[in-house]
């Protein structure tokens, strides 16, 4: 049965990369806005840098995990797109009557929207490095970077194949997805968190998971290899994704049932 089950889910995933390739603009717009943003922000707010409190640190280091985690939000939404295709389609009960696993028709798309992500981190760094980025842990430091990544695309796919699988509509789906957004913004996106002068953003960013996931890549990036502040982001990483798993798991389930 084991074995089904990673044979249905390579299948799976392979059938969901084939799709996306067919479609490339389907997540080239999402890459483009991730490296625009990051354009901006380092030409725009660079200068904050010269503050004391950065200690002379590299701000294009600072302001690269803020576009690899809006990569992972708007990018982990394809896994839930492509299931309600399925579902509109009518594929998604014709599958439910082969004897395909029911967790690889769920584990197929989430796997393949990481491997997007995957693709996408590795050309945002590019940009990067192209732009003068500077990595304190070096090509250790970029492949912690890119686990953090992953799993936090993990976490997003999770929720959008989990979403999808309990509403089967595209618009909700997408709006599932983007209510994540707002989590950018209530962390230590721009500055430290020292640097927060309201308290009741640094209150919401203290309990945002999204922080931790930053301080865990500027780490490695910019002071080394800092265990505790590492594991923050590994932590938080795992929490949400284990949630957000077995939120898809359970829609899933619900889903066969209904089918």
């Given at each position: 049965m084991g074995s089904n089950v990673w044979r249905d889910t390579w299948l799976m995933t392979g059938r969901n990369i084939k799709t996306t390739l067919r479609n490339p603009f389907s997540f080239i717009p999402n890459l483009m806005i991730s490296a625009f943003f990051l354009l901006v922000y380092e030409g725009g707010l660079s200068g904050i840098a010269q503050l004391p409190t950065f200690d002379g640190a590299n701000y294009l280091a600072f302001i690269l995990p803020v576009s690899i985690v809006s990569a992972a939000i708007g990018g982990a939404g394809g896994a839930g797109q492509s299931i309600v295709k399925d579902i509109e389609n009518g594929f998604f009960s014709r599958l439910l009557l082969t004897p395909a696993s029911r967790l690889a028709i769920v584990l197929g798309p989430i796997i393949a929207g990481m491997l997007q992500l995957f693709v996408q981190t590795l050309l945002i760094i590019g940009i990067a490095f192209l732009l003068g980025l500077e990595v304190k842990t070096g090509v250790g430091g970029v492949l912690f970077?890119?686990?953090?990544?992953?799993?936090?695309?993990?976490?997003?796919?999770?929720?959008?194949?989990?979403?999808?699988?309990?509403?089967?509509?595209?618009?909700?789906?997408?709006?599932?997805?983007?209510?994540?957004?707002?989590?950018?913004?209530?962390?230590?996106?721009?500055?430290?968190?020292?640097?927060?002068?309201?308290?009741?953003?640094?209150?919401?960013?203290?309990?945002?998971?999204?922080?931790?996931?930053?301080?865990?890549?500027?780490?490695?990036?910019?002071?080394?290899?800092?265990?505790?502040?590492?594991?923050?982001?590994?932590?938080?990483?795992?929490?949400?994704?284990?949630?957000?798993?077995?939120?898809?798991?359970?829609?899933?389930?619900?889903?066969?049932?209904?089918?």
């Amino acid at each position: 049965m084991g074995s089904n089950v990673w044979r249905d889910t390579w299948l799976m995933t392979g059938r969901n990369i084939k799709t996306t390739l067919r479609n490339p603009f389907s997540f080239i717009p999402n890459l483009m806005i991730s490296a625009f943003f990051l354009l901006v922000y380092e030409g725009g707010l660079s200068g904050i840098a010269q503050l004391p409190t950065f200690d002379g640190a590299n701000y294009l280091a600072f302001i690269l995990p803020v576009s690899i985690v809006s990569a992972a939000i708007g990018g982990a939404g394809g896994a839930g797109q492509s299931i309600v295709k399925d579902i509109e389609n009518g594929f998604f009960s014709r599958l439910l009557l082969t004897p395909a696993s029911r967790l690889a028709i769920v584990l197929g798309p989430i796997i393949a929207g990481m491997l997007q992500l995957f693709v996408q981190t590795l050309l945002i760094i590019g940009i990067a490095f192209l732009l003068g980025l500077e990595v304190k842990t070096g090509v250790g430091g970029v492949l912690f970077v890119l686990l953090i990544a992953i799993g936090w695309g993990l976490a997003f796919a999770g929720y959008s194949a989990g979403v999808a699988l309990r509403t089967g509509n595209a618009q909700a789906a997408q709006a599932g997805t983007f209510i994540f957004f707002p989590l950018i913004f209530l962390s230590t996106t721009f500055v430290p968190y020292e640097l927060i002068d309201a308290q009741w953003l640094k209150v919401a960013a203290a309990i945002n998971p999204t922080t931790y996931i930053f301080e865990s890549m500027r780490t490695v990036l910019i002071d080394g290899w800092v265990f505790w502040d590492m594991m923050q982001g590994v932590v938080a990483v795992t929490i949400v994704s284990t949630l957000t798993i077995t939120f898809a798991a359970v829609s899933a389930k619900r889903a066969v049932s209904r089918g």
